[in-house]
């Protein structure tokens, strides 16, 4: 019996700590305050975030000296900030587990901020992936 309570708290913690994983129809919704923002349109963003990270909020990456964070891969040197980096310049004034949770609302607001300063190209899949032919990430059920 202490066995199966203990594989049963262990499922259920494991569970609260998976990233949420959205569909292209969440991401749409969610992403829709970015519709045309800078001239990017929504089909380009919600592309750009499936290349990026796989629609999975809570996704990071490590790279050679720097850490991205969450559903735009918002990066540690340059846009918020981490206990791994403490000097980055966090020009998006935020710590950078903001970024790990589903709350779209501050990751949307640094993605305007990147886009203002070093435009859609920041986001390397998008060029290569998500500049043409983008009918396949329109969202038919909205």
Request: charged letters at 25%.
């Amino acid at each position: 019996m202490m066995s199966f309570v203990s594989l049963l708290l262990v499922g259920i913690l494991f569970h609260a700590t998976q990233a949420e994983q959205l569909t292209k129809c969440e991401v749409f919704q969610k992403l829709k305050d970015l519709k045309d923002y800078g001239g990017v349109s929504l089909p380009e963003w919600v592309c750009t975030a499936f290349h990026t990270s796989g629609y999975d909020t809570q996704a990071i990456v490590q790279n050679n000296d720097s850490t991205e964070y969450g559903l735009f891969q918002i990066n540690n040197k340059i846009w918020c900030k981490d206990d791994q980096n403490p000097h980055s310049r966090n020009i998006c004034n935020i710590s950078c587990d903001k970024f790990l949770d589903d709350d779209l609302t501050d990751d949307i607001v640094c993605a305007k901020k990147i886009l203002d300063k070093v435009g859609i190209n920041y986001w390397l899949a998008h060029k290569a992936l998500c500049s043409e032919k983008l009918d396949q990430w329109l969202c038919e059920k909205l």
